[in-house]
């Protein structure tokens, strides 16, 4: 099989798959070809979509590849939708926010930092099953831990979560912003929520 | 007593802030951070007597329109007014140096407001994405309608503020000789619950304003009809829209039908 097999079988793998296809996904199904090959020719298909104005574009979502409409024709695919588009209550992209910077993460420490209850906000999430459930806390009361999913990358769009921007660009850019890779998550222990709200503010915290 | 705090509260000189539209708020952490930007004051050095102030007044215009306060509010304000004792007293000196610090009472309540107001920019990031099954679509995607449009928070919530404001705004206009009349026939909630249908079923909505057109405006009136409306939105029989941001609110009929007998209690 030649190289313009390859192209013409990928492109028939992604508009048939149902979801993002890993990089190791296409090489196991496509055997018949190496890595570069795969490679090179996704990024053929890209280029091309790209190049003739086609109305899809090849993303790279949630580590894996995905044939998208481009996002200035969304007003148009609207129309398609028999209902209003899905969209995020402030409490859910805040909420959303603490989990994907901070996860693991309890949902004490969600509502320690929002100030207030945030059980109906992560029972919806996890509905949504924009987030999951990643295990317990060793730490007295065994509290839930929360991280978010792969939905939540394709959803938002996002390659894997180091494509966040870090809280320290938002701080600096305090409007849209650019997206860049980071080396890793800006977890910063020092942050961590106390669970036990000082009742003295200016005590030093346990 | 009808004393003069009750006056007070609602003279629109003393409310001319609040004219602006208040934006709803997700707690506490929230409600400051708007009272600080509305100071335009520092977050870092935060006037604790007037955010402290007029944080309590919201407080008290909640409970004015018998709204239950979430805990959470009354949490902070009571750390609020212990921040605020403890700014006045004097400062123990034993800094050194890299102490001082620690000694400002507001430090842990600055460290969570600057803390929160990132993840509130993080979530403004994060919903300014480009969005599956909003801004993009993928083949698989199967359309939010199978989802059956699920609200992330009661719709309640969300609007509640927004209410709040509206009703505070129609209590500012009630005329202040009312609170001096002695009223001899009181208003039911579950009168003005049936009143709310009848406007809707009508027209198939009716405005909010529109709520109060047919009957002198008392204060009585404006909080049965806001508890009205808050039980009506509570059991899903009225849905609360703006058309736009800013917009007119708009009543609406629900999902659930109300049944003839309405088990409202009177409290």
């Known amino acids: 099989m030649s190289s313009l097999d ?10 048939v798959a149902d979801g993002p296809l890993s990089m190791d996904r296409l090489v196991s199904i496509l055997h018949e070809f190496e890595k570069q090959e795969l490679i090179a020719a996704l990024d053929e298909l890209r280029l091309e979509c790209e190049r003739n104005a086609r109305g899809i574009v090849l993303a790279e979502v949630a580590g894996g590849y995905q044939f998208r409409t481009r996002p200035e024709h969304a007003e148009v695919m609207r129309r398609l939708q028999r209902s209003r588009p899905s969209k995020f209550s402030q409490s859910a992209l805040e909420s959303l926010a603490i989990i994907a910077y901070r996860q693991p993460v309890t949902r004490a420490e969600i509502e320690y930092l929002r100030g207030v209850d945030c059980g109906g906000v992560v029972k919806t999430l996890l509905e949504r099953k924009l987030i999951r459930i990643l295990g317990k806390k060793d730490v007295p009361g065994r509290p839930i831990v929360y991280g978010t999913t792969r939905e939540f990358l394709e959803t938002f769009n996002l390659k894997n979560l180091n494509a966040l921007p870090t809280l320290r660009e938002i701080q600096d850019l305090a409007e849209l912003p650019v997206y860049e890779e980071q080396g890793e998550l800006p977890l910063d222990p020092s942050l961590s929520a106390p669970f036990v709200q000082p009742l003295l503010a200016g005590e030093p915290e346990s | 007593m009808p004393g003069s705090a009750n006056q007070l509260l609602f003279d629109p000189q003393q409310y001319s802030a609040y004219t602006v539209r208040v934006e709803s708020f997700e707690g506490p952490l929230d409600l400051l951070l708007h009272l600080i930007k509305k100071n335009e004051v520092e977050i870092c050095d935060i006037p604790i007597a007037t955010i402290t102030r007029q944080y309590l007044e919201y407080l008290e215009l909640m409970k004015e329109l018998n709204l239950e306060i979430a805990g959470e509010f009354l949490v902070m304000a009571s750390t609020l007014l212990q921040i605020k004792s403890r700014m006045l007293l004097p400062a123990t000196e034993e800094d050194e140096a890299g102490e001082v610090e620690e000694l400002d009472p507001r430090a842990e309540l600055i460290k969570r407001l600057m803390e929160y107001q990132r993840y509130k920019d993080a979530a403004a990031v994060l919903g300014a994405r480009e969005l599956l099954g909003r801004d993009l679509f993928a083949r698989s995607m199967p359309f939010p309608d199978e989802l059956e449009e699920k609200e992330d928070d009661q719709p309640l919530e969300l609007a509640l503020f927004d209410l709040v404001e509206a009703f505070r705004q129609v209590l500012s206009k009630v005329p202040f000789e009312h609170f001096h009349d002695v009223i001899s026939e009181t208003i039911s ?20 304003e529109d709520l109060f057109a047919d009957e002198p405006l008392s204060r009585e009136l404006v909080i049965a009809t806001f508890l009205a409306l808050l039980e009506l939105c509570r059991l899903k029989s009225v849905r609360v829209a703006q058309g736009a941001p800013f917009g007119s609110i708009l009543l609406m009929r629900g999902t659930e039908q109300m049944s003839g007998e309405i088990d409202y209690v009177e409290p």
């Not at chain 1, 079988?9 to 992604?14: A, C, F, I, M, V």
């Not at chain 2, 579950?190 to 198939?204: F, K, P, T, V």
């Open chain 1, 6 to 15: 390859c192209k013409a079988l990928l492109e028939g793998l992604l508009f």
């Open chain 2, 189 to 208: 909630v579950a009168e003005r619950i049936g009143r709310i249908l009848d406007m809707i079923d009508q027209s198939g909505s009716v405005l909010f």
